[in-house]
């Protein structure tokens, strides 16, 4: 079965620092990986998508890593603001005949203290 | 542009009944799949549609839930005789040609 994992599930931080979100699957068989930030009560939305031939994404003060061969990928947030709390979730889409759908984690729910 | 959008927000029903989902993907997207968010399970895939390709149904919970495209474009989803579990925020997504995926803000379906 092909999992996703996020480390940690909750993460406070002080406002300015600079941190790192963690996201690990199982199989190496990757087509792209999304990142997506959840406010509580309201839908997704995309941050960063990285397709398996490339090794990062950068979109304003977020960087996002991912290394296939171990089967990682990390989400870096520069100068954190309070605005960035949220949970981020990490999903992957598989490679293979009949993979379309997005195999996601659980989310690190990250609160940036004034 | 209009993202993908998602009635009602809310609804609450009573185990036994059925009730409809609504889901207006971007318009030219291609692709548009089914979620299920649930307390504690996380997100969870339901049914993916692909132009007039037959749905990858692989999701579904049960012969209870299914789920219908009309047109290339809306799609509502069914689910018959709730129940309690069946409780849960539901997510749609479109993508075209099953790249980057949007999401619409869920309905979020309490079942009593």
């Known amino acids: 079965k092909q999992e996703v994992t996020q480390i940690p599930a909750a993460l406070s931080v002080p406002e300015g620092e600079n941190l790192v979100l963690n996201c690990s699957f199982t199989d190496s068989a990757i087509y792209n990986l999304q990142w997506f930030r959840q406010d509580p009560g309201k839908g997704l939305t995309s941050l960063l998508l990285?397709?398996?031939?490339?090794r990062e994404q950068t979109s304003g003060r977020l960087n996002a890593s991912l290394d296939k061969s171990s089967g990682r990928s990390t989400l870096y947030i520069a100068a954190s603001q309070p605005g960035d709390s949220a949970t981020y979730l990490c999903?992957?889409?598989?490679?293979?005949?009949?993979?379309?759908?997005?195999?996601f984690g659980k989310g690190t729910k990250l609160s940036v203290i004034p | 542009g209009a993202g993908v959008s998602q009635s009602p927000s809310n609804k609450v029903t009573e185990k036994g009944k059925d009730v409809e989902l609504r889901c207006d993907p971007i318009?030219?997207?291609?692709?548009l799949y089914w979620y299920r968010q649930s307390l504690g399970q996380g997100l969870e895939f339901l049914i993916y549609f692909q132009g007039n390709s037959a749905p990858d149904k692989s999701g579904l919970p049960s012969d209870r839930f299914s789920a219908e495209r009309t047109g290339g474009s809306v799609s509502t989803l069914t689910i018959q005789r709730t129940q309690q579990e069946d409780s849960a925020v539901y997510l749609c997504a479109s993508s075209f040609n099953g790249y980057e995926q949007y999401f619409g803000p869920g309905t979020r379906l309490t079942v009593t």
């Open positions: 999903a992957v889409r598989y490679s293979g005949a009949g993979s379309y759908q997005l195999t």
């Open positions: 990285i397709q398996s031939s490339q």
């Open positions: 318009s030219g997207h291609t692709a």
